[in-house]
């Protein structure tokens, strides 16, 4: 490395000591979202309550008609242009953050927060809402048919709210619990899903990156696999990237570009492991199309998705989902509306 290099990299360390918390929890959140990205100021009206006092400022019903309306016209603009999808949500307060959390929004858009920075995902198009059900049906289409337990008893889930801290919140656009990890029909308390499908527009694909390394880091490597659905409606391909965890023996850069770990695409480690210690890559990368794929078949470790041994449920160690099987799926995806 050189001097200068070293030099600068040094201050820019010094200078993200002196960040205050909030500040770089927003830096975060934001890392990749789209320069045209829209953003809604929480409603500066505060309540006067029947004593006189002055209540806190607050989410207010009118900023969330606001925030709806918003959304209503990202629908109208972003089809059939692979554009912005994000609404950034400034001075978030406890209140707030309970509000985005609960699931008042339509149910075509996805939550996430850090600190009291709110960011909104806004599904545009049904095929960015359709895609994750159908690829997981096809996911788990195999592991059925030889009658794997753990998967005819596991859970998926839309609409769950992962909050790992008190000041961070994400939803995913879809999520999948093995048996293992399931107790009387719900996640048990503390275990994270196997499985996270992410979906949104192709123009996003770095803000969808930057939220694979949320996933990992979060649970402590117990989301084993994040797949990345990336719709391209003018020509209405979908771009797929499979992103997993390398073994710790595993030789490069910590966060490595998405092809330098082709070569040990392999099960990702089946033990917790530090956010410090992680290194998340693309294993694979395909183009699927109406009528032929471009790329690698994806491929599943039965173990890491199962959390089984594969001789205990009748399946090979790892199965593939191969093109064919792909192309069907999207001609799925863009063939028909979402299914109530």
């Known amino acids: 490395m050189s001097e200068s290099l070293a030099k600068l990299e040094s201050k820019l360390e010094d200078e993200g000591s002196f960040l205050e918390a909030g500040q770089v ?29 002055v209540a806190p400022q607050h989410f207010a019903w009118s900023t969330l008609r606001r925030l709806e309306a918003l959304m209503a016209a990202m629908r109208r603009q972003t089809y059939p242009r692979n554009c912005n999808q994000f609404i950034v949500i400034e001075g978030l307060t406890a ?23 709110g960011l909104v995902k806004v599904l545009s198009t049904a095929s960015q809402v359709i ?33 790992p801290t008190a000041d961070s919140v994400k939803h995913p656009d879809l999520c999948w619990y093995p048996a293992s990890r399931i107790s009387h029909g719900h996640p048990v308390p503390g275990q994270w899903p196997t499985l996270v499908i992410e979906a949104g527009l192709e123009g996003c694909r770095k803000k969808l990156q930057h ?3 949320w996933w990992f880091a ?24 499979q992103w997993q965890l390398a073994q710790p023996d595993a030789q490069g850069p910590r966060v490595p570009e998405a092809d330098r770990f082709h070569a040990l695409a392999a099960m990702p480690p089946l033990a917790r492991q530090s956010p410090l210690d992680q290194k998340p890559y693309c294993a694979r990368r395909i183009t699927i199309g109406k009528t032929r794929a471009y790329g690698e078949p994806l491929r599943f470790y039965t ?17 593939v989902v191969d093109r064919q099987d792909l192309v069907d799926c999207v001609k799925r995806v863009f063939g028909r509306e979402v299914e109530e």
């Open 303 to 319: 173990q890491a998705l199962f959390d089984v041994d594969p001789m205990m449920c009748g399946l090979p160690p790892d199965f």
């Open 95 to 117: 209140h707030d953050k309970s509000l985005l959390a609960s699931n008042l929004l339509p149910g075509d858009c996805r939550v996430m927060y850090e600190g009291t920075t």
């Open 218 to 241: 979060h649970s402590r490597g117990g989301v084993r696999t994040v797949l990345l659905l990336l719709v391209d409606e003018p020509t209405q391909d979908l771009h797929v990237e």
């Open 131 to 163: 895609a994750p059900k159908l690829f997981l049906q096809e996911i788990l289409r195999q592991p059925l048919h030889h009658g794997c337990a753990n998967a005819a008893a596991g859970r998926a889930l839309s609409d769950a709210a992962f909050q």
């Open 211 to 213: 939220e694979v390394r």
């Open 25 to 53: 929890q927003k830096r975060n959140l934001l890392e990749g979202v789209p320069w045209d990205h829209h953003v809604l100021h929480c409603s500066a009206s505060r309540d006067i309550q029947p004593d006189g006092t």
